[in-house]
């Protein structure tokens, strides 16, 4: 067998691709020789992220979509496949970062015009990259309508579509509990991962105000003791009917809370007896609510405890969690602390431990989609 005969698609491909794109067949009107009237089909491509190359998912996803408009064109379809790239935001900022970490600066060294002149420049070669990608992958997007999510028409786009939904009433502002990393801010429920942790479990003394003895409570993050605005247990629990109602004082803080009852309470775990912390756990944060109590954040939007934490205000929170155990075992304040398996949140850019956090910001009401959930709903 010659050279020549063998079949080399490296040979072969890219010039069949380069032939189909400079013919416009890939372009809205690349079969207008069969277009039927009046039928048209549209889909965009999910705009990959400048944060890096493709991986086999989008080689997945973006062949599915190229059988779809390849079928509709061959169809007889007016049809555009919408191709683009996503700004994808503070993911980006983050690559950004890294690399200059690697060489030993930081953005605020070297300033924010310098910075975007980066987050720019890696913009240009992750488009670079992905856009051959797309080519050597051989799908048919219409090259010619390429889009960047900052492009100015669809920023305006954004904040058209932004100020009619908030004029339609559909965009609130408000403080909900929402997942917090001190890092990054603000995260959505898919940008937190949980992964099992071994932890521990801290059984806290809580003494009754009035001298008449002591409850017991257990926390995963002892730390957040300083935000509590209650303790609770299930209102047939038979062993606290006295003391409901009674307060207990705060270790090492003095500062007095209520004993309350909440059907919510699991009797069989731990004591029975459940502190609650409606600023800093999203289960608290509904309880708190239910009992008008009150909301005590307890450290600051970069994690770095507040007043509320007497002799610790000022650290952060992870390095104060073993200083305020130290402190709490040293004034007799610890009953025992367990080896806990459990859940732990992190931020999927940084690793971070995500925390709940009351914050505020802009929601989008669910009834504006209550159209599309009805319909799924309805198969
Ligand atoms: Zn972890
Ligand atoms: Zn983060």
Redesign the pocket.
Known sequence: MSEKSRYTPKDIEQNYYKFWEAQGFFEIDGNSKIQKEGKSFSIMMPPPNVTGRLHIGHGLTFTLQDIIVRYKRMDGFKTLWQPGVDHAGIATQNVVEKQLLQEGKTKEEIGREEFLKLCFQQKENSQDAITSQLRYLGVSPAWSRERFTMDDGLANAVKKAFKKMYDDGYIVQGNYMINWCTHDGALSDIEVEY?D?AGKLYHLKYPLSDGSGEVIVATTRPETYFGDTAVMVHPDDARYKDIVGKKVKLPLTGREIEIITDEHVDMEFGTGVVKVTPAHDPNDYEVGKRHDLEFITIFDEDGFLNEYCGEFKGQERLEARDKVVAKLQEEGFVEKIEEHQHQ?G?CYRC?N?VEPYISKQWFVKKEFASDAIKRVNAG
Do not use: A, D, L
């Open positions: 992964e942790h732990v992190h690793n431990v």
